[in-house]
């Protein structure tokens, strides 16, 4: 039996996760961080994209996280985030567009507020457009 670690996923409106996994990979704003159990202590912010549980057997689980806060101890991995998703619950034409809505807010500009706010919202809508793609290609394969 392989070690786990407990997950906890949790968002402003709802605990999306609880339970054991062998490995969590998430988007870290450096770049995307793989945790196994007794990895070191962490804290670190997240930027917009997926979340992967792999579960023991092997089957894996996909979130959306809009950022937030990911947070490890040896044994135990927390994912503090406004808005998180489970990939299955991903409305793929709203983020569609939302992702159009967002490019020409950015081609029009007017200021550099609404700018920083359009490239915000243009990179949660691509990450969720990833995640729903993953899950598509996950659902081929298995």
Do not use: N
């Given at each position: ?123 949660e809508a691509i990450a969720q457009l990833q ?12």
């Amino acid at each position: 039996m392989a070690m786990t670690l407990h997950v906890d996923i949790v968002s402003a409106e709802k605990e999306l996760y609880s339970g054991p996994a062998e490995m969590v990979t998430a988007p870290g704003e450096l770049g995307e961080l793989g945790i196994l159990p007794r990895h070191s202590q962490l804290l670190t912010r997240l930027k917009p994209g997926q979340v992967r549980i792999k579960l023991q057997g092997g089957e894996e689980q996909l979130f959306y996280v809009s950022g937030g806060l990911l947070e490890v101890q040896p044994r135990l991995v927390t994912i503090l985030s406004d808005t998180a998703e489970r990939a299955r619950d991903l409305d793929e034409a709203a983020a569609q567009s939302a992702k159009q809505r967002a490019e020409k807010a950015i081609a029009a500009h007017k200021s550099d507020v609404e700018y920083a706010k359009a490239k915000t919202e243009l990179s949660e809508a691509i990450a969720q457009l990833q995640t729903i793609e993953r899950l598509r290609k996950a659902r081929k394969s298995g």
